[in-house]
């Protein structure tokens, strides 16, 4: 057997089988994903698991590696994650609550290689019954997937959120911020000592920069007694794509006074 750069396959699952060829030398020039680099591999082992199940976390190559484990000799590293067989790696979903329905299917399979590369297996749709938002899907996307790699599901448990109503209001005396339309969401508003009434904090549109108005909703949501924000954004019903929490409120909220203050 020839020395291989990478050392022994260094995954034994008990419920799968390994086959190595150590003495293997790709002719094609791979592009790893995972490193950002090119490289003709050097030594490639298969995975086979015993139920049957495709093996999830194999090299992710352009092109296609054919699910192969590579050893990237540049690097001397097994590419690829330690391989699983399991149907669901995440196991159930764990938000099936009364105020929504999942749809879930289990088969579901796809690699994402930006920021970093992440295999996914498992994918559950969540839908309110009864509200005009969803929040806790991750990112711009509605679906929730089980993440191969830290096994866990992406997101954050669904809260469901109802319609604007103005008289619903959180208040903080001290800081002089409020929060008005729902139990635990709506507009913000600051107190202007000046004029004496309150005003609207607006400026902020679907273009902005996601981690800077996360920063300034933490802040607001800690001012009126919470302990931290959850989204800005969230699904409406019957779409896929998110949308500005303020953009849904805005057709039945109005400034508390027209000549009141701006912020």
């Known amino acids: 057997m020839t020395a291989v750069p990478c050392?022994?396959?260094?995954?034994?699952?008990?419920?799968?089988?390994?086959?190595c060829d150590y003495d293997y030398t790709g002719s094609i020039r791979y592009y790893d994903y995972t490193s950002r680099t090119n490289f003709f591999p050097r030594g490639r082992c298969s995975v086979?698991?015993?139920?049957?199940?495709?093996?999830?976390?194999?090299?992710?190559?352009?092109p296609d590696g054919g699910n192969y484990y590579y050893c990237h000799p540049d690097m001397s590293t097994w590419l690829g994650i330690e391989p699983t067989c399991q149907e669901k790696p995440c196991g159930d979903f764990p938000w099936d609550t009364a105020d929504v329905t999942v749809d879930c299917n289990y088969d579901y399979s796809r690699t994402l290689t930006w920021p970093d590369v992440v295999y996914f297996r498992g994918s559950c749709r969540v839908s309110?019954?009864?509200?005009?938002?969803?929040?806790?899907?991750?990112?711009?996307?509605?679906?929730?997937?089980?993440?191969?790699?830290?096994?866990?599901?992406?997101?954050?448990?669904?809260?469901?959120?109802?319609?604007?109503d103005n008289t619903t209001v959180t208040e903080s005396a001290?800081?002089?911020?409020?929060?008005?339309?729902?139990?635990?969401?709506?507009?913000?508003?600051?107190?202007?000592?000046?004029?004496?009434?309150?005003?609207?904090?607006?400026?902020?549109?679907?273009?902005?920069?996601?981690?800077?108005?996360?920063?300034w909703a933490d802040l607001a949501c800690r001012d009126v007694g919470f302990t931290g924000s959850l989204a800005t954004h969230g699904f409406p019903t019957g779409r896929t794509w998110p949308e500005t929490m303020s953009s849904q409120f805005s057709p039945s909220y109005s400034r508390p006074s027209e000549t009141g203050p701006n912020f």
Not at 136 to 148: A, F, K, L, T
């Open 128 to 164: 309110c019954l009864n509200a005009t938002l969803l929040v806790g899907p991750p990112g711009d996307e509605i679906d929730y997937r089980c993440s191969v790699n830290n096994a866990s599901w992406t997101g954050s448990e669904p809260v469901c959120i109802g319609r604007f």
């Open 48 to 62: 086979t698991c015993s139920n049957n199940v495709t093996v999830a976390g194999a090299s992710y190559l352009s």
């Open 7 to 19: 050392g022994a396959f260094p995954w034994q699952p008990t419920d799968a089988t390994v086959d």
């Open 174 to 215: 001290v800081n002089r911020v409020r929060l008005v339309g729902g139990d635990f969401y709506g507009c913000v508003e600051l107190y202007d000592n000046v004029t004496q009434q309150w005003g609207p904090v607006v400026g902020y549109s679907i273009w902005d920069v996601w981690e800077t108005k996360m920063a």
